[in-house]
Each structure stands twice: as C-alpha cells, then as structure tokens.
C-alpha cells in the first residue's frame, strides 16, 4: 500500500505534464500526434503569420455601401439640393427688373372715378409703362457671380458627398477590424480555459500554487471584458454605419468583408498634384476668389449711374383734343459716393484680399493633410512588414521556448502566461494597423480624389 501511496503523486504530475503540454501547445498546433490532438482553426492560424478569417454568412461589399450612402444619406442629398438651388440664381440676378404699368385717370370737379370728359376740359385717362436699366455691364457681372456661388455650393457638395464616403469606409474597415479580432479572442478565450484547467490540474497535484491558477482566471475574466467591449464597439459602429446610410436602427446588422491590403501605387508628388487640380475645398476657396474679383468690378461701376425710360399714352376728350404721347428718361445718379460707393468698394476689396488669405490658408491645410496621411500609410506599412517578419514570429518562438521550460519546470507560470498574452495582443495590434492603413487611403481618397481600391471616388 505504502508503495503505491509514493507511485500515485507521480503517476498525476506525469499526466497533468502531459495535458498542460498538449493545451498549451494546440495553440500553435503542434501537440504530437501520438495524443491524438486535433489541430483547431485557432492553432493554424497561430502557427502562422495572421490570416484573414473567413466569414460564413454573406458579406456586405463597401462598394454597396459607398452606392448606398451616395443614394440615401440626408447630408448629399441635402448639399447636392443645394447646389440645384443655386443654379437657379444667376438668370434671376442677370435679367433687367420687371417693367411697371400705370393706369392714371383725372377728374376735375367730382370725385367719383372716371367721371367722363364732361366736367374739365383738362380730365384725362393714361396708360404707361416704365422700365429700369441698370448702368451696362451690371447686370452681367451679378450673373457671373452667382455663377461663382453656384460653382462654391458644387464643391461644397462635392467635400460633403466625399466625407460622408470617407466615414463609411472608415466605420467599415473599423467594422471589419472588430469582428477580426473578436473571433481572435473567443478563440483564444476557449484556450485560455484549458490554460486554466492545466493550471488548476496543476495545482491540485501540488506541483502548482493557488497563485497561478487566480491569475489564470483573472485574465479569463480579463479576456471575457475585453470581448464584450468588443461586442459594445461593434454595436456603435453599426449604429454609426445605419446612420449614414439612413438606414432605420432597428435593420439587419452589417456584415464586412475581410480587411484588405490596398497597395498605394502613388508618389506623395503624384498625390499633391491631384490634390490640387480635384480636391473640393481648394476648388471652392479659388472660386470665391473669383466670385470676390468680379464683387469689386461691380463695386467700381456702381460709380455710374442707372437709368429708367417711361412711356405714357392720354386721352383727353376725343371730340376735341388729340391724344398726348409722353417718353421720360430718367437717370439715378450716385452722388453720395463718400459715404456708400467708396465704402462698398474698399469692402469688397477687403473681402477679395481674405478670399485670397482663405485659399492659401485652404492650399496649406490640404497639402499637410495629404503629406500626414500618405506619411501615416508609409510608416504603418513598414509596421505590418515587422509585425509579419518580426514580432509576431518571435512572440510564438519565445511563447514555445516558454512552453518547453514551463514543462520541465524550468519557467514559472507567469512567465509563460505574459508570452501568451504577448502573442494575443500583438495579433490584435496587427489588424487594428491595417484598419488605420486601410482609413489613411480613405482619407486620402477623399483628399486627392482618386480611386486607390477600383471604386469610383470621384463622379
């Protein structure tokens, strides 16, 4: 009895070796194949450099998206009504003001209207008709600048439409970041729990301490919070996405596709120099740069007068009288120019000096964004080559060597607990980076106009 007593503690320390070898090592899917352990999706892809994860049920394109929000979000629609607004604008302000008809009748003698001829030799019935011209030249140039704030109402539309576009590219790629991750962790959270159960095998064998095994289940606990914030994000961005698209909340969620890696065929010279022949608000700030030109041009001919022709017909008694025919030109001349034409041409010059001011300004700020996000693509494709080549390799490596001493108890538990959750999160810190390269070419795309990944960017 004695010897089977001192043969018992061996014969459990041997197995719970061989049960935390085997759940430690299914993470890279290399138990042996004599314990016949199958190798899960989770162990192939830990082997390996990250792999995108493959999405049974049907996928919603960005492409769909992008047509959707294009279709159906209030801000386009809104802007692009807008636009149609303010086309309507300069034929109203280039016609000449609408003419005024008088009818004039005049009694002598009696109040009562249209009295007759009867009573004065001097009542009479006329009929005439005014009309106002404006100095030559006016007129035209209050057309060309409506036109001008219909050309500023079109790119203001054109920076809404490509905004909105961008936020649907960015929730989508954050989208599709999450539901990545998320399978990342309810897959490691299966492991973490035979990782658990080793530790608590372990312990119970007397190899282990009760130390060990709360901090196994600490970081399940750890692990189950993190993917419920997961589901928490998820459930904004899936709100925000409906919201773009004006889709009613209570709708079937999104499904995204997997998180590709658009390759930037693109010179930071080849973006700026799209930039500046197709970026809206640059556009926008050169066209009321002109709109401003053509406010001074009026401002000096308001210097000049307008004018006003009118023509009268009467009609006195017909039995004695002829008709009278009546032309009157009037001119309305400026002549307090110290007080209202000089003033509103000094305004107008300040106002085309901040245009101008408005537009460098505009050309800068544009030109920063271009070189941030294009410097944020470059360095965060440098990042996924060390990911892929160098940290994720070599958490794995160190996480085996970890293994193999944790199992001829050369490495504490906490050790080998920290090169585990450096693999988990490293993984994590890989796709999250091509979420943000991925948002740094939508943002791009916004800014130069061109099309980085097929869709049409610019209509």
């Not at 899936?238 to 010179?267: F, G, H, W």
């Not at 293994?403 to 796709?431: C, K, M, P, T």
Request: with cysteine; net charge negative; glycine share 6%.
């Amino acid at each position: 009895m004695s010897a089977l007593r001192g043969e018992k503690p061996q014969n459990e320390l041997f197995v719970v070796r061989i049960l935390c070898f085997t759940a430690l090592l299914s993470i890279f899917g290399q138990a042996p194949p004599a314990l016949g352990q199958p190798q899960t999706a989770r162990a192939v892809q830990a082997a390996s450099p990250p792999q995108e994860h493959a999405h049974s049920e049907a996928v919603t394109s960005l492409q769909d998206l992008l047509t959707e929000a294009e279709q159906n979000n209030p801000q386009i629609l809104a802007s692009h009504q807008g636009w149609q607004a303010a086309k309507q604008v300069p034929s109203q302000v280039s016609t000449l003001p609408d003419p005024q008809f008088n009818l004039q009748q005049l009694n002598v003698g009696s109040p009562r209207p249209f009295a007759g001829y009867t009573n004065s030799d001097f009542a009479y019935i006329g009929l005439g008709v005014s009309q106002d011209f404006p100095y030559p030249g006016k007129l035209q140039l209050k057309g060309d600048m409506a036109k001008r704030d219909a050309d500023v109402v079109q790119q203001e539309y054109e920076s809404a439409r490509r905004s909105i576009l961008a936020e649907v590219k960015s929730a989508y790629f954050q989208l599709a970041y999450l539901s990545t991750t998320l399978g990342i962790l309810e897959s490691d959270g299966e492991l973490l729990q035979q990782v658990e159960k080793a530790a608590d095998a372990r312990y119970r064998s007397g190899m282990g301490n009760q130390h060990d095994l709360l901090q196994a289940q600490i970081e399940q606990t750890k692990l189950l919070r993190e993917i419920t914030m997961h589901h928490l994000e998820v459930a904004k961005v899936q709100a925000q996405i409906k919201q773009l698209l004006n889709r009613s909340q209570s709708s079937p969620d999104i499904k995204p596709s997997e998180l590709p890696e658009t390759p930037l065929l693109y010179t930071f010279e080849e973006l700026l120099s799209a930039t500046k022949a197709q970026n809206p608000e640059i556009s926008g700030a050169e066209k009321m740069v002109e709109r401003q030109k053509l406010q001074v041009d009026l401002a000096h001919k308001d210097f000049y007068p307008d004018f006003n022709v009118q023509y009268m017909w009467q009609r006195t008694d017909p039995s004695q009288f002829r008709a009278y025919y009546m032309f009157t030109f009037g001119v309305r001349v400026p002549i307090y120019r110290g007080r209202k034409q000089r003033p509103e041409l000094a305004q107008a010059e300040a106002e085309l000096s901040r245009s101008r001011s408005e537009s460098e300004v505009r050309s800068q700020q544009v030109a920063y964004e271009v070189r941030s996000e294009y410097e944020t693509e470059q360095k965060i494709a440098e990042l996924l080559k060390i990911y892929r080549e160098g940290l994720l390799p070599q958490a794995r490596a160190g996480f085996q060597a970890g293994i193999a001493a944790y199992q001829n108890n050369r490495q504490d538990f906490q050790g080998v607990l920290a090169s585990f959750l450096d693999v988990l999160h490293l993984d994590e810190e890989y796709w999250k980076s091509i979420a943000e390269r991925e948002t740094a070419l939508a943002h791009l795309e916004q800014i130069t106009g061109l099309s980085l990944r097929g869709e049409e960017t610019k209509r």
